[in-house]
């Protein structure tokens, strides 16, 4: 009998690229999204295949799932800022009740759970590079407040679970993941300057591009997260690629990548904006034996050629 995954946000970036990994590890793998930010043509390759079923359906609501499951990845939330400030109650409650509801089923079911946490749990750190035991800072009450809240609040009560009801849990803080299928209008910075480049814009860069972030190819990321949910180990971990830039100095490389001589252009810093981001991975080295293979240029490569492959209308299309 296969082993039975629940992936919630399976439309999405991130889920989508579970979904592939688990249909290959020979699991039969449950999709589930409302599709509020993700696009079904994220999986629709998996659609014939008899080990993938997919539900299109809320996580903030109920959560049924029929038959037995022995994990649960929970990926449902809108992850870019300019989603999250488009939605913001949609974002507080997929992670404060969706996580809910996906604890409960994780109960019942006895399934071993691992939630999608975030580097934004550090808010704008004041401590560089950022190691798990670091709180964090904050702003409760900003923009960005909607999805860091949620985010640690789904990891208070996924502890609280873990510990007074001894469920199996696995939280990962991811940091900014880029890659194939993300969405070319979400505001995230990897799509926006690509985008730029192929519809011939100059770039926008925010602030005095000073701040930084580090980016992780989605392979590693999925393989990261494939070896925590595996672990025995219940405390955060930070799944991310160490190789940190300033967002002015990775404005320039995507116009090198993208051969364009569009300039850069100067925006106003959206607010709590981070100023540096950096993981410190030492926990993942020793716990999950990983580290990311994939550099920052072989990985841009492979996501430039995807956004090269969209199609003119969709290069064009704009949501906002
Ligand atoms: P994404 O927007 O591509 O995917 C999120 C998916 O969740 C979408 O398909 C969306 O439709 C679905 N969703 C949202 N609310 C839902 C709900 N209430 N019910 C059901 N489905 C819902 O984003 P992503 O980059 O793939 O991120 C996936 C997860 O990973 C998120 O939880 C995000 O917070 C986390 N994360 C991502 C990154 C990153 O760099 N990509 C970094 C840190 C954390
Ligand atoms: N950014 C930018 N220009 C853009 C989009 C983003 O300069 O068109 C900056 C943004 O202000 C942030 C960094 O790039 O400092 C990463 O932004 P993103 O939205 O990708 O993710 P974040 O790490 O902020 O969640």
């Known amino acids: 009998m296969k082993k039975r995954v629940l992936i919630t946000g399976a439309a999405g970036f991130l889920g989508s690229h579970l979904c592939d990994r ?13 599709l509020i930010t993700g696009d079904l043509k994220n999986i629709e390759h998996l659609f014939k295949n008899e080990h993938f079923e997919f539900y299109n359906h809320d996580v903030t609501t109920f959560v049924h799932v029929p038959g037995n499951v022995d994990f649960i990845l929970h990926f449902a939330s809108p992850a870019s800022p300019i989603d999250y400030l488009k939605i913001p109650i949609q974002t507080l409650k997929v992670g404060s009740l969706g996580t809910h509801n996906l604890l409960g089923l994780a109960k019942e079911k006895n399934a071993r759970l691992l939630i999608a946490s975030t580097s934004e749990v550090y808010g704008d750190p004041l401590v560089h590079p950022q190691s798990e035991d670091y709180y964090g800072n904050v702003n409760t009450i ?70 930084t972030r580090s980016f992780c190819y989605v392979d590693d990321q999925v393989e990261g997260l494939y070896r925590l949910l595996m672990s025995n180990y219940s405390d955060p971990v930070n799944i991310g690629n160490p190789d940190e830039i ?10 090198k990548l993208t051969g364009t001589d569009q300039k850069i252009v100067f925006k106003p810093l959206p607010k709590d904006d981070p100023l540096q981001r950096e993981p410190d991975i030492k926990r993942a080295k020793e716990i999950l034996g990983w580290s990311p293979k994939v550099n920052r240029e072989e990985g841009m490569k492979l996501t430039f050629e995807y956004f090269k492959s969209l199609s003119k209308e969709e290069l064009f299309k704009s949501e906002h």
């Open 246 to 255: 300033t967002i002015l100095d990775f404005a320039e490389e995507i116009i």
């Open 142 to 211: 900003g923009p960005r407040g909607v999805y860091d809240e949620a985010k640690r609040f789904q990891e208070s009560i996924t502890m609280a679970y873990h510990r007074f009801h001894g469920l199996e849990t696995r939280i990962a803080r991811i940091f900014n993941t880029y890659g194939p299928r993300m969405r070319l209008n979400d505001g995230r910075v990897i799509p926006a300057f690509i985008g730029q480049a192929l519809r011939g814009e100059n770039l926008t860069v925010f602030g005095d591009g000073k701040q």
């Open 22 to 34: 688990f249909i290959a590890e020979n699991f039969h793998v449950i999709g589930m999204d409302n």
